[in-house]
């Protein structure tokens, strides 16, 4: 059933591809792509120090955390932290887009220095890179059509509906059902139902297409985007509360003994914890709309 499943909706999303280009001007860009809200930043993207050496962050396309200005430069929450703790530590901060299902290689590998994009701490995660201090909370949730949504705050009221999820992400754990501790009873008998996606704006779209029933997103991003006269504004969060997963930042593991290490675990938490002590981080929180999720102390 999976495969039909996956099959109908590859189909679907290639026909649909006219039909989001054509969307609002205000709409943020699925992952890798170059549109998104106007930068506070300014016109240009700040300057690299000849002198100074690169780190590169690893990311994906992800509105408010890190996307594309109007003049394609990386703006966002994450990314202006990410650029703060670059002036801190003494390096140019250069952002590529990395496969989110890889991350875990992606860094331990050193293609990139750092996973810097809204990262859930899960405890497998935790066994296999180091991860910053936790700095500003968020949970998994189902978002649906607001006709349908109060259906669905069960496992029985969802038995028959199409459930897709960004393939390799902390959404994608919770519903797996493989007996992972990080994974969540609700989608135990629903294995079958469960379909992955590329992105997690591809998940919401194929819920506004109405070729999926319930979106599992994170919080942070279903907040950004599900909002009145926006193209989304047909989907609501469905009434069902899963637990809290907090973001921190991702390195290699071990870093702290890696004399290889750009990024040491113990240099990130002394800058971080600086930013927060100083007030910036909170500044910066705010100025995306996150301030009541930010992590103090």
């Known amino acids: 059933m999976k495969r039909l499943l996956t099959l109908i909706l590859s189909l679907v999303m290639l026909a649909s591809l006219g039909f989001f280009a054509s969307c609002s001007n205000d709409e943020p860009a699925a992952e890798g792509g170059n549109e998104g809200p106007a930068s506070e930043n300014g016109d240009s993207a700040p300057e690299p120090n000849e002198n100074l050496e690169t780190i590169l962050i690893g990311i994906t396309n992800y509105v408010p955390m890190n996307f594309r200005d109007e003049n394609n430069n990386w703006t966002g929450f ?9 002036k801190i ?8 887009e990395i496969d989110w299902s ?3 290689t992606e860094v331990n590998s050193g293609t990139v220095d750092a996973i810097w994009n809204g990262m859930s701490v899960l405890p497998h995660r935790e066994e296999a890179m180091d991860i910053s201090m936790q700095y500003m909370r968020n949970r998994s949730v ?3 059509r607001a ?6 705050t069960t496992p029985e009221g969802a038995a028959d509906a199409v459930i897709v999820v960004e393939n390799g992400s902390a959404m994608h754990v919770i519903v797996s059902g493989n007996e992972s501790a990080d994974n969540h009873e609700f989608f135990d008998t629903l294995q079958d139902n469960v379909v992955t996606v590329e992105t997690q704006i591809m998940s919401l779209m194929e819920v506004l297409l109405g070729t999926a029933d319930i979106a599992v997103v994170d919080y942070v991003k279903g907040g950004s985007l599900l909002k009145a006269g926006t193209d989304y504004d047909g989907l609501v969060i469905v009434d069902y509360l899963f637990p809290q997963n907090n973001f921190g930042v991702g390195l ?3 870093s702290n003994d890696n004399p290889d290490a750009k990024i040491r675990l113990d240099d990130l938490n002394a800058a971080i914890q600086q930013l927060k002590d100083s007030g ?3 500044e910066l929180a705010v100025k995306y709309g996150l301030g009541e999720l930010l992590i103090v102390g």
Request: aromatic fraction near 14%; avoid cysteine.
């Open 280 to 282: 910036w981080l909170m």
């Open 142 to 144: 189902m978002v649906a």
């Open 252 to 254: 290699a593991k071990d």
């Open 78 to 86: 994450e990314t202006e932290f990410a650029q703060e703790v670059g």
């Open 147 to 152: 006709e349908d949504a109060d259906g669905f």
């Open 102 to 104: 890889a991350l875990i």
């Open 89 to 96: 530590l003494g390096f140019n901060v250069e952002f590529i």
